[in-house]
């Protein structure tokens, strides 16, 4: 199966920008996900193994549950090592930014990654992407940016000199960001790079048990306590929502990535096309993260750019909305109102 991503002049790019390099830096989005992880991580490994010695910079902390990935503890914080961060942006001679399409999406870390005088590749599958790079590798029709990483190594004669320090994060990165591969998932180049990931001798199954089977027992109460309390049903629309405010965040000892995979969970109500979670920001006021999931073809994407200054793919996306809940609320009313044709 030909799985190439890259076109000969973007190949010829790439191995020359990695060949002239020795001081590499890749970044991932703020609140990295198992998708930035993984990729950041997976894109280290194989950098490694070709004699760089690449240094992975996220804007800030990732999921306790990602943790146990293979190098994950050499991942830098920038919001816990700005100064060396900064200096390592200075003198850095290449930057690859991955899983993400716009600078803004490292928060904080945008004046660093902007300034620096290093040339940047971008290698993501949203949409827009408004990176300003040397190179872009975008692939919207991935299921994921492990994905991506995986077919650029493959075409860059890679994957054979790789093992599980390379294949566990891909693999991972693939199956969260597909809600284990429920999602985004239909094509058979998916299933072609799990056979080939396999053979590397990863347990799949812990990997699945690592991620989803490794929460504390509040966020399980938090679980119930969403479905049983929160969770609106409309059923004339096929949607539901649900809200969470710091307060409850608090009562229930959030930690991040308790919240992850929730938002799913409404969609196994029989015929629902739409799931939307509100959730306050613990620490800044007056921000609403908005979490959207589909089914088939209703496009969230669309929903969470036109409403929730977002945006993401066509049953998985994510926005925000600077307000109070009740503005999200009646923002949310708004959406699903405008989209009732196609959700009827």
């Given at each position: 199966?030909?799985?190439d991503i890259?076109?000969?002049e973007?190949y ?6 990695i060949?002239g390099?020795?001081?590499i830096?890749?970044?991932?989005h ?12 997976g ?5 490694t193994?070709?004699?760089?010695e ?8 990732f999921?306790d ?16 090592h700005?100064e060396?961060c900064d ?11 991955l ?6 999406r490292?928060?904080?870390?945008e004046q660093s990654?902007?300034?620096s ?5 971008l290698?993501?599958?949203h ?14 029709e991935?299921c994921?940016?492990c994905e991506?990483?995986?077919?650029i190594?493959?075409q ?5 000199s790789?093992?599980?320090?390379f ?7 693939m199956?969260?960001d597909?809600?284990g591969?429920l ?6 180049e ?13 347990d ?15 966020r ?5 306590y969403?479905?049983y ?8 629309y096929?949607?539901?929502?649900y809200?969470l405010?710091?307060?409850e965040?608090?009562?229930f ?11 799913n969970?409404p969609?196994q109500?029989k ?8 959730r306050e ?7 609403i ?5 589909s089914?088939?073809?209703f496009p969230?994407?669309?929903m ?16 925000r909305?600077?307000g ?5 609320i ?8 405008a989209?009732a044709?196609?959700?009827k």
């Open positions: 199966m030909n799985i890259l076109n000969p973007q010829a790019q790439l191995q020359s920008l060949e390099s020795s001081n830096i890749i970044t991932s703020k609140s990295p996900d198992g998708d930035a992880i993984g990729a950041t991580l894109w280290a490994e194989y950098l193994s070709i004699g760089k690449p240094t992975i910079i996220v804007p800030d902390q999921p549950f990602l943790a146990w990935l293979p190098n994950s503890q050499k991942i830098v914080r920038y919001d816990k700005r060396k200096l390592l942006f200075k003198i850095a001679d290449l930057i690859f930014c899983d993400y399409n716009a600078p803004s490292v928060d904080e870390m990654l902007i300034s005088p290093a040339p940047r590749v290698i993501d599958h949409l827009k992407p408004e990176v300003p790079a040397v190179l872009t590798i975008s692939c919207p991935a994921s940016t991506m990483i995986f077919r190594v493959w860059m004669g890679g994957f054979e790789q093992n599980t320090h294949a566990i994060p891909v693999y991972c990165g199956m969260t597909t809600g591969f999602f985004n998932s239909t094509r058979c998916i299933y072609f790079i799990i056979s080939q990931l396999l053979t590397k001798r990863i799949k199954d812990r990997i699945y048990r690592n991620v989803y089977h490794n929460y504390s027992e509040d399980i109460r938090l679980m119930g969403v479905l309390e929160k969770l609106v049903y409309l059923p004339e096929h949607a539901a929502f809200t405010t710091k307060d965040l608090h009562r000892h959030f930690m991040k990535g308790d919240a992850e995979g929730l938002v969970i969609q109500i015929g629902l096309k739409l799931s939307i979670s509100l920001d613990t620490d800044k006021p007056n921000l993260w908005v979490s959207l999931r089914v088939d073809d969230v994407n669309l969470a750019a036109e409403f929730f200054n977002g945006g993401g793919h066509l049953n998985a996306s994510g926005g909305i600077n109070t809940m009740q503005d999200a009646e923002t949310v009313r708004k959406a699903i109102e989209y044709d196609r959700l």
